[in-house]
């Protein structure tokens, strides 16, 4: 099959409403690029933790990876911030934080 094949990777179980919302997407981006482009999912942590499907990223083991934004708070803590829903009031308190 001609086209470009991505890997999502999730440590989520393909039951979850993440890995639901995996294969919408993945049945979604198929559609709209006719097939040419198709979205293969390494789902349950089968490319490994979160960390571990994030730095699969650099090395193209990953193209896409489906977590939590504080997953990134390793390396910086700034993401980590949606932890906290009702701590920042609006966009100038969040500037300032």
């Known amino acids: 099959m001609a086209g470009t094949v991505l890997q999502l990777a999730s440590v989520e179980?393909?039951?979850t409403a993440w890995g639901q919302?995996?294969?919408?997407?993945?049945?979604g981006v198929a559609e709209a690029?006719?097939?040419?482009?198709?979205?293969?999912l390494a789902l349950s942590g089968t490319t490994g933790s979160?960390?571990?499907?994030?730095?699969?990223?650099?090395i193209g083991t990953?193209?896409?990876?489906l977590t939590v934004i504080a997953s990134l708070d390793p390396d910086d803590p700034l993401p980590g911030i949606e932890s906290y829903?009702?701590?920042?009031?609006?966009?100038?308190h969040f500037d300032r934080v």
């Open 13 to 15: 179980t393909p039951q």
């Open 85 to 92: 829903p009702c701590l920042i009031r609006d966009l100038g």
């Open 33 to 40: 690029s006719g097939g040419e482009l198709r979205v293969e």
């Open 62 to 65: 990953n193209d896409v990876v």
């Open 21 to 27: 919302a995996a294969q919408r997407f993945a049945d």
């Open 50 to 58: 979160p960390r571990e499907t994030l730095e699969a990223l650099t």
